[in-house]
Every structure is written in structure tokens, then in C-alpha cells.
């Protein structure tokens, strides 16, 4: 059996047609495609600051190309989202989703107290170490608001914050384990596995320990970087004994031996 699914893509920056050919080209089984939330014209207002990858697109034109690309390369596409996790802003971003067919969405924290983590520079240990502190909390309410069904790259922080709080075990722990408390999946990030994998080998320790649900996704936003890392994922999840990755249909998990 094979890691043969990726349920993190993008494709503002191509198309879901040029990413589904590029996943069927790497022997994907199932393409699990997540456009992010603030690139849909309709949500659009709510997160400006966010930068745009590419046009916007609307709801129901992402929904048909999703379509699309499955019929057009006959391969098992998945429709999802990544979603901003803002506690003050979520109410009013869901209220666009509803109604709408998807088979999983993808809670992510980009954004912490009006700040985007990834364009930012800590001032030292004290701060680096609280905005990590911060983060984990705000990780941990995405989890428990019950809208998500995967919490995406849940050590990003590392990507402009290298002040790792000595608690980080602990932290990761912690949210492993209420995300297994509310059957919330955790996601094993290519990006991440690529940039700061010893920090990623903390997190899987973490839902080792828990029996956390784990989720795959390369985030790739174009169509080479489909699957990026997971021939290093496979060999990490299996040294910590991981044998099974969460996937979801109409919002319905499956868990699958690879
Ligand atoms: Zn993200
Ligand atoms: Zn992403």
C-alpha cells in the first residue's frame, strides 16, 4: 500500500484541471483540492489583508472546476477549503460555506491577534516564545469550534519564529490530544516536512501518543509540488508506527492503510 492521496492543494495559481492531470501523473489515487477561502470573491471582504494568490474566483465557478478536472481526468477529486481560523470572523466566514457540497474542510491559523505569523519578525525569545504560546491556543480553539474536520501545518510558526518554547512538547501534546477528543485530524504539511522536519517529527511523536487522526497534504500551489514530501512523510509516519491517513467524502472520514 502507498501514500496515494494529497489533501492540501491550491489552484489559484493554475488550475484545478492542470493540478487534478498533475496528480493522476504522480500515481495519486485521490486529489483532495483546498483553495483558500479568501481567494472566493464572496468572502473576499472579510479578509482583505490576506494576499491574493491569484484572480478571485467564486464559489459555485471553484465548485465547477473541481467537477471538471475529476471528469475531465477521471480521477477521484475531492472538494475543500482552507478556511482562516479568526475567532472574531469565523461566524461571518462559515455563514458562506453553508449549503455548500463539500467533502472536507481545513481549518487553518494564518492570523494571530490581526497579525499574518508568516510576514512577521519576533524581537527576541520573549516574544518569539509567546507568540508561539498564542498559537497553540488559537490552534486548539479551531479544533474545539467543531466547523473543521482537518487542522492544517500546525507547526508553521517555525517558518518566521525559530524561538521554540521549551514547552513545545507539551503544547503539541495538548492539542493532539483534543484533537482526538473531537475527532479532528491533524495534518502532516509537505511544506513543512520540507522546511523544518525535526519540528514535524514533534508533531507526529505528539499524535503518536494521542492516536490523533492524521491528514496528508503537500499545499501545493502548483501542479510540481503535488505530493512534495511524502516520500519523507511515509518514512516518518512509519517509523512512529502511523499506519493509517485520514480522508473525507460529503464531510465523512475514511481511513486508509497505506
Ligand atoms: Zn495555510
Ligand atoms: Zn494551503
Not at 127 to 138: D, F, H, K, N, V
Amino acid at each position: 500500500m502507498a501514500l496515494d492521496t494529497d489533501f492540501h492543494s491550491h489552484v489559484s495559481r493554475s488550475s484545478a484541471q492542470r493540478m487534478a492531470q498533475a496528480a493522476q501523473e504522480q500515481g495519486l489515487r485521490v486529489l483532495g483540492l483546498s483553495e483558500h477561502v479568501f481567494q472566493m470573491s464572496e468572502a473576499h471582504s472579510l479578509l482583505e489583508h490576506m494576499g491574493l494568490e491569484g484572480p478571485l474566483l467564486r464559489f459555485d465557478t471553484y465548485i465547477a472546476a473541481v467537477r471538471n478536472a475529476a471528469e475531465e481526468q477521471q480521477l477521484d477529486v475531492r472538494l475543500g477549503l482552507e478556511i482562516d481560523f479568526i475567532p472574531e470572523k469565523n461566524e461571518a466566514i462559515q455563514s458562506f460555506l453553508k449549503g455548500k457540497p463539500w467533502d472536507f474542510l481545513i481549518g487553518s491559523v494564518h492570523e494571530i491577534d490581526g497579525g499574518l505569523f508568516e510576514r512577521e519578525h519576533y524581537q527576541g525569545k520573549a516574544e518569539g516564545e509567546a507568540r508561539w504560546l498564542r498559537y497553540y491556543q488559537l490552534l486548539r480553539a479551531a479544533v474545539k469550534s467543531g466547523y473543521f474536520d482537518v487542522i492544517s501545518h500546525p507547526v508553521r510558526m517555525r517558518s518566521t519564529n525559530p524561538y521554540l518554547p521549551a514547552t513545545l512538547d507539551e503544547e503539541l501534546e495538548q492539542l493532539a490530544a483534543e484533537a482526538t477528543q473531537h475527532d479532528v485530524a491533524l495534518e502532516i504539511n509537505g511544506y513543512d516536512m520540507l522546511t523544518y522536519p525535526n519540528v514535524v517529527r514533534r508533531l507526529v511523536k505528539a499524535c503518536t501518543l494521542h492516536r490523533t487522526p492524521i491528514s496528508v497534504g503537500s499545499d501545493a500551489h502548483i501542479p510540481a509540488r503535488i505530493a512534495q514530501a511524502h516520500q519523507q512523510t511515509n518514512t516518518l509516519l512509519r517509523v512512529a508506527q502511523i499506519k493509517t491517513v485520514r480522508i473525507w467524502k460529503q464531510r465523512v472520514p475514511e481511513e486508509y492503510v497505506f
